[in-house]
């Protein structure tokens, strides 16, 4: 389309199709294509033709595209680094993408490749690192800092001053009060309520949020 930048989908699934959307509210982007092992992936019914598999990003510069959006979701967040670094080695860029239905405070920061979903709310002084997803309704109060990579899941709550490392998963409607600290490559279960400060590499679950177990630092290769 005349005027907009043309961008590549990585992935085909169905969070790749909520990265449509978003691409589609901010009348910025056109998506030319996607990438997938699975040509008949989810973004083919919305008539976004495969491109091919991760192998031809490397030669999307050359074909003039500049701009790639990861449409890869999941709990693996580690591959998600792995494949964020490797798009940005070709030299590729990897905006990031803010639903229009998102309320984000203007003295919030969210960097590049961060994705903030429909109804997501983020606060003043926040940080979003690179590779972020802030998923549907979910809220990221005053003064967070979400590390690289991490996902906030679905209606889920950091409460203000939150600091969650690297890789982290949040699943959905889990809530962390105020000022706790989420070391980096956690997993706090869905629904539950952390009320102390969690180390990492710790994978907790309930109300109060309790340890279930350790994750070696590979649990999400």
Same mark, same amino acid.
């Given at each position: 389309? $005349?005027?907009?930048?043309?961008?590549?989908?990585?992935?085909?699934?169905? *969070?790749?199709?909520?990265?449509?959307?978003?691409?589609?509210?901010?009348? &910025?982007?056109?998506?030319?294509?996607?990438?997938?092992?699975?040509? $008949?992936?989810?973004?083919?019914?919305?008539?976004? !033709?495969?491109?091919? %598999? %991760?192998?031809?990003?490397?030669?999307?510069?050359?074909?003039?595209?500049? *701009?790639?959006?990861?449409?890869?979701?999941?709990?693996?967040?580690?591959?998600?680094?792995?494949?964020?670094?490797?798009?940005?080695?070709?030299?590729?860029?990897? !905006?990031?993408?803010?639903? $229009?239905?998102?309320?984000?405070?203007?003295?919030?920061?969210?960097?590049?490749?961060?994705v903030?979903?429909?109804?997501?709310?983020?606060?003043?002084?926040?940080?979003?690192? !690179?590779? =972020?997803?802030?998923?549907?309704?979910?809220?990221? %109060? *005053?003064?967070? =800092?979400?590390?690289?990579?991490?996902?906030?899941?679905?209606?889920?709550?950091?409460?203000?001053? =939150?600091?969650?490392?690297?890789?982290?998963?949040?699943?959905a409607?889990?809530?962390?009060?105020?000022? &706790?600290? =989420?070391?980096?490559?956690?997993?706090?279960?869905?629904?539950?309520?952390?009320?102390? %400060?969690?180390?990492?590499?710790?994978?907790?679950v309930?109300?109060?949020?309790?340890?279930?177990?350790?994750?070696?630092?590979?649990?999400?290769?």
């Open positions: 389309m $005349k005027g907009l930048l043309p961008i590549v989908i990585v992935g085909g699934g169905g *969070h790749a199709t909520v990265v449509m959307d978003i691409i589609n509210s901010t009348s &910025k982007y056109n998506i030319i294509g996607f990438t997938d092992r699975d040509p $008949k992936a989810h973004l083919s019914g919305y008539g976004i !033709p495969c491109l091919g %598999d %991760d192998a031809i990003l490397a030669d999307l510069p050359r074909r003039g595209v500049l *701009h790639v959006a990861i449409g890869v979701g999941g709990f693996n967040n580690r591959r998600r680094q792995v494949l964020y670094e490797r798009i940005i080695d070709f030299g590729l860029g990897v !905006p990031s993408l803010i639903h $229009k239905g998102a309320t984000v405070s203007p003295f919030a920061v969210v960097r590049e490749g961060a903030v979903m429909a109804g997501a709310i983020v606060g003043p002084g926040t940080q979003i690192a !690179p590779n =972020v997803i802030v998923n549907t309704g979910a809220v990221v %109060d *005053h003064h967070c =800092v979400v590390g690289h990579s991490t996902l906030v899941g679905p209606a889920a709550t950091l409460c203000g001053g =939150v600091r969650v490392g690297e890789r982290s998963f949040i699943g409607r889990a809530c962390v009060v105020q000022y &706790k600290n =989420v070391g980096e490559d956690c997993v706090i279960g869905a629904g539950s309520v952390v009320l102390t %400060d969690v180390a990492q590499g710790q994978t907790v309930g109300n109060p949020a309790r340890v279930l177990r350790w994750n070696s630092g590979d649990d999400q290769m």
